[in-house]
């Protein structure tokens, strides 16, 4: 019988980073999933980030993680999202070859000597007294360790749907669903829900009339997800734009009963803000036109994810409605989209570590934790896996704060307020994303990664240039002082007023319309084509915002100052008599650990968490009342005795 330290379940994007980051940290830790062929697919649009989503993937890159590398490695279309607005919404996203993405992600995985792979199907753990001690396989084998991270996907208990026909078993398109694993799980106890989504159908590129549709290049300015490795990016590929009208409308509504989602066919909640095209009609039936992004699969193929369109008509209704869409009259389906229904567990039944508190020695991260998205999936994967690696090792857990980065403030809500459908991060999540910026996400996580061990030494010594470079620009713009002569040119180039003496160059950087990068350009110190566009605009919205972000910083102290108030697990909610009944039974439920925690559950008023404060004195005044009063009766029956 193998021994691992930890065993990673699942080789999706949760499973990569987790078993990646247990490796980085030293642990002996074997990734096993049921075909190593498809370690990191994308099954559904193979698009890496977006608004907040990119955040999250340089966060990831910034701990050392896989994505950020393999998204690099295999991108062929680059867009920086929201760049008209604010910086802090600003969303990097990459339209990655489908073929080559696992492919780097498996050569990423391969660079690490702790890790080994295994192709086998996880039926069950061996439990002993609420400890997990190894898992056993469909081949009949076992394996055993300290810590297992379940990174299950849409594959417990999973049914692919389309039309009416009763569903197939599976997990994603030609893989068999996880059914002994979920069971088992349920008949230990904990709490099981079923979500839903889907996807789109695919089509032939060669039978697009490009000529009616509309075409968007890329961004080819050399940006990287990657912190510390910069891979060779491929050839870019154009996306394009069509739409949807009045003729789509009417076959899709007239089609609605053949729908899995509207005809009874699946159950469960699904992501409201990735609507089937079903949706879109029934929400919104005044929509003159829905909006239908094409985007390339790959430059090996000629094949278009129709991003818009997901469904679960039957294939000859996507043919179709596809059909009546602008530049697809004469278009090819090369797959036929569905929807997929599989079980999660709520992961108000977690900690903040992502551990499952009712056993020992197990973490859920992903899908099974009822989120939505690659991105989410592995950011929770790194923290799962670091976190099962750190316990191994007997050392305190990795817990991100929702002030230090979008990964924290996504384990807080899932943790403190659960999920009632799948859950997917927004900018409007973070209360402090002017301080979670994608330029900043080096800074952040970079030092705090390379503490616990999460760097090796390449990427350690990456880091130190990083954050060397970021100051050096930082400290040429304080100490050096520009002409009018030199400068005037390009500030009248802006719009700005001209100076009549020589100006510091970090009072100039805080005019908005001036960039760091043409300052620097202007006055051409010799190091000016040795620093990154990253680390010049990092240090340029740093300048710009520099009151913001710290009154942002000051807000986040005072808030965390609070909410680092602990709450005794012994605490007894239903005594709680001033507190709502609602409030009593969602805490109960939840029992959050810290006073943010309790903050963030549902169904708790802010009355409730002022009265909450209250009642924990009172608690802690009777309970010291209480140790006085058995010290007073052990003194006393000391001297009876004597």
Known sequence: MMTYDVIVVGGGHAGVEAAAASARLGCATLLLTSDLSRIGQMSCNPAIGGIAKGVVVREV????????????????????????????????????????YPLQVRRILEELPHLDLFQDHVIGFDLVKGRVEGVQTRSGLSFRTRSVVLTAGTFLRGRIHRGLSGGVAAGRAGEAPSVELAEALESEGLEVRRFKTG?????????????????????????????????????????????????????????LMQSALYGGEISGRGPRYCPSIEDKVVRFPNAERHQVFLEPEGLATSELYVNGLSTSLPASVQLAF??????????????????????????????????????????????????????????????????????????????????????GVMVDDLVSRGVDEPYRLFTSRAEFRLLLRQDNAVVRLGPLAAEIGLLGPGQRRALDAALEERIRIRDWFESTTLDPDCVNPLLERVGETPVTEPTRALELLRRPPVSGAELIGVAAPPWVDEVSQESLVAVDVDVKYQGYVAKERDRAARVRAQSAVRIPPDLPWNELVTL?????????????????QAGAVSGVSAADLQNLLLELKRWRRARALDSEDA??????SASESD
């Open 61 to 100: 890159g910034a701990l050392g993680g896989v994505m950020a590398r393999a998204a690099d490695a295999s991108r062929i279309h680059f867009k920086m999202l929201n760049r008209g607005r604010g910086p802090a919404v600003w969303g990097p996203r990459a339209q990655c070859d489908r073929a080559l």
């Open 631 to 636: 010290g007073e009766e052990s003194l006393a």
């Open 322 to 407: 596809l059909q009546t869409v602008p530049g697809l009259e004469r278009v090819t389906m090369t797959r036929a989209g569905y929807a997929i229904g599989y079980d999660f567990f709520p992961p108000e039944q977690l900690d903040r570590s992502l551990r499952v508190r009712a056993f020992e020695g197990l973490w859920f991260a992903g899908q099974i934790n009822g989120t939505t998205g690659y991105e989410e999936a592995a950011g929770q994967g790194l923290l799962a896996g670091a976190n099962a690696a750190l316990w191994v090792r007997g050392e305190e857990p990795l817990l991100l704060g929702r002030d230090q980065a979008y990964i």
């Open 199 to 255: 996807t789109p159908p695919r089509i032939d590129g060669r039978t697009v009339d490009f000529d009616r549709i509309e075409r968007q290049d890329g961004e080819t300015d050399g940006y990287r997800f990657g912190s510390y490795v910069a891979e060779t990016i491929p050839e870019q590929r154009p996306c394009w734009i069509t739409w949807t009208g009045a003729p789509l409308q009417e076959i899709v509504t007239a089609s």
């Open 580 to 596: 709502s009944v609602e409030a009593r039974e969602m805490l109960a439920r939840h029992a959050p650990e810290t006073f943010a």
